[in-house]
Nanobody, 123 residues
Framework: HVQLVESGGGSVQAGGSLKLTCLVS????????MGWFRQAPGKEREVVAS????????VVADSVKGRFTISKDNAKTMAYLQMTSLKPEDSATYFC?????????????????WGQGTQVTVS
C-alpha cells in the first residue's frame, strides 16, 4: 500500500517561508518521480516542481522559480518543498505526488500516487 503524507503547511505573512515535507512509502520512493502540485479554490491543479528518482534533476514552475526549491532525502524517503518569499497568490492546498517518469512533469495525470494535501495560506 503506497502512502504519501504531507506536512508543514500553515499560515504565514507575505515574504515569509515554509517548508513542506512529504513522507513516502519506501516501495516507490527510490524509483518514482516526485512532484509538488497546488490547487487554489476555483482553480485547476498546477504543478509547482518535480525531482527525478536520483535527486539530481529538478524543475520548477516559472511562477515559483527562484523562490521554491524541491529536494529529497533518499535515506528518510522524504521529499521537501522549501518555499521562500511567499506571496498571497501562493495560497493553496499543496499536494505531493509520485509518478513513473518526470518526462511530463507538468501533467498531474502522469502521477499515480497522491497525498491528502496540506494547506498553505499567505496573507
Amino acid at each position: 500500500h503506497v502512502q504519501l503524507v504531507e506536512s508543514g503547511g500553515g499560515s504565514v505573512q507575505a515574504g515569509g517561508s515554509l517548508k513542506l515535507t512529504c513522507l513516502v512509502s519506501p516501495s516507490v520512493f527510490s524509483t518514482e518521480c516526485m512532484g509538488w502540485f497546488r490547487q487554489a479554490p476555483g482553480k485547476e491543479r498546477e504543478v509547482v516542481a518535480s525531482i527525478d528518482p536520483g535527486g539530481g534533476s529538478t524543475v520548477v514552475a516559472d511562477s515559483v522559480k527562484g523562490r521554491f526549491t524541491i529536494s529529497k532525502d533518499n535515506a528518510k524517503t522524504m521529499a521537501y518543498l522549501q518555499m521562500t518569499s511567499l506571496k498571497p497568490e501562493d495560497s493553496a492546498t499543496y499536494f505531493c505526488a509520485a509518478g513513473q517518469t518526470c518526462g511530463n512533469w507538468w501533467k498531474a495525470s502522469e502521477f499515480g500516487y497522491w497525498g491528502q494535501g496540506t494547506q498553505v495560506t499567505v496573507s
